[in-house]
């Protein structure tokens, strides 16, 4: 009998041990971590799964992530120009006399959670309003339909990405996981989860078209921001997209939806923030909250002019070198410093300039805050200008984003 029960028992043990291994591995590769450190959400980042098809590993990753995903609601106290003779431009082909109106209006657009302090990642233009507008109200719309109210933490326009905060909502589903963009490769596939036209937890699916993109972007305002760095991809993006995550199939964020290009004779080509520009600004913002320009780059606010025969003519400048000024845009750091159209920059820092491109390159490098002493021919007589730089705008006039723009 014992002969018979001790092999039955060492293939038993073998058996369990077996067994417990395999469940291991199962668990290893299908279940995510229960909790975070401290006993807090875990961050949505879906474990890779083996032996199941594509289109299975897709549907997880959204099963995992679209209740960290939020559709965020504004209204919004602006002023528009309403024609007085709407007729006025089909018969002289211009714009006709008009009258500033007040009005009130509702915006949207998608963002998703980032932490578990409540902070949410969303584009910066999600929550900038048009010239004259003004946000009285912020909320995030969760998944389960709970419309918590939100407040903005920072924003950087140049990056188009803004933090935006629920406070003390117990029920803040687990932050989203931004992966490694650096590691995207071309083709792979792209998921893109958001609020387009306000329809709500809409999915669309694409590939990684292209990386390193430029594209100026147009403004609500009439101008554009040349974003750098942009990641293509063919997931279609619509209104209300903007700020929600572009994720790949294991779940994690790979970029921050952010525009379309709009043409009769484009499809299927969108753009999103990569995910590693979205971590470093993002962190940037938690620690200096505020509105930021995001250049960067000093700002004088000056159109600047060659000294050509013409020039000569208009301001009776008949010396040699230097750089026109051409335009002094109203309230900017020249403004402030008394530089009068007309004028010529002989000297900056000492160092004289006669070409505009090498002064606008000398300007760009400056930081705002920096200080620069500029000597001037101001009609007929010489004097020294201290100018107080600012930070180089984002947006600017959609003629200006080529090269040869004022500093």
């Not at 996981?177 to 306000?198: C, F, M, R, V, Y």
């Not at 530089?339 to 760009?364: E, N, T």
Request: charged residues 15%; without cysteine.
């Amino acid at each position: 009998m014992k002969n018979r029960v001790l092999p039955t028992l060492i293939v038993g043990l073998v058996g369990a041990v077996i067994g417990s291994f395999v469940m291991l591995l199962y668990a290893s590769s299908h279940i995510g971590g229960a909790a975070g450190p401290a006993g807090t959400p875990p961050a949505i980042a879906a474990v890779p799964l083996t032996g199941v098809s594509d289109q299975d590993r897709i549907v997880s990753a959204v099963k995992r992530t679209k209740s960290s995903v939020v559709a965020i609601t504004e209204q919004i106290n602006g002023q528009e120009v309403v024609p007085v003779d709407p007729f006025f431009g089909q018969f002289f082909g211009q714009q006709g006399p008009g009258v500033i109106q007040r009005y009130k209006g509702e915006a949207s657009g998608s963002g998703f959670v980032i932490d578990t302090k409540g902070d949410i990642v969303t584009n910066a233009h999600v929550i900038h309003p048009p010239t004259g507008g003004q946000i009285t109200k912020l909320t995030a719309v969760f998944a389960n339909g709970d419309k918590v109210p939100a407040h903005v933490i920072a924003a950087n326009i140049g990056a188009d990405i803004a933090v935006i905060r629920v406070d003390n909502y117990a029920k803040l589903p687990p932050p989203l996981h931004l992966a490694d963009s650096s590691k995207l490769e071309q083709g792979q596939w792209a998921i893109a989860i958001g609020e387009p036209l306000t329809l709500q937890q809409t999915v669309t699916l694409g590939v990684v078209s292209a990386f390193n993109r430029s594209e100026p972007i147009p403004t609500d305002n009439g101008n554009a921001i040349d974003f750098k760095g942009l990641l293509q991809t063919s997931a279609p993006i619509n209104p209300g997209n903007s700020g929600g995550p572009l994720i790949d199939m294991d779940g994690q964020v790979i970029g921050v939806n952010q525009s379309t290009v709009k043409s009769a004779y484009a499809q299927g080509i969108g753009f999103a923030i990569p995910s590693n520009t979205v971590r470093k600004v993002v962190a940037e913002l938690l620690k200096d909250p505020g509105i930021h320009q995001g250049t960067d780059m000093g700002f004088m606010g000056v159109g600047l002019a060659p000294i050509t025969a013409g020039f000569r003519n208009q301001s009776g400048y008949t010396g040699n070198g230097g750089i026109g000024v051409g335009e002094v845009i109203s309230g900017s750091p020249a403004d402030k410093a008394g530089l009068l159209p007309g004028d010529v920059i002989l000297r900056a820092d000492g160092k004289p300039y006669a070409d505009v491109k090498a002064f606008q390159s000398y300007i760009r490098s400056k930081k705002p805050g920096d200080k620069i002493h500029l000597d001037v021919w101001s009609q007929g007589t010489d004097k020294l200008v201290t100018v107080t730089l600012e930070e180089k705008p984002a947006a600017q006039p959609i003629s200006q984003i080529q090269p040869g723009q004022g500093p």
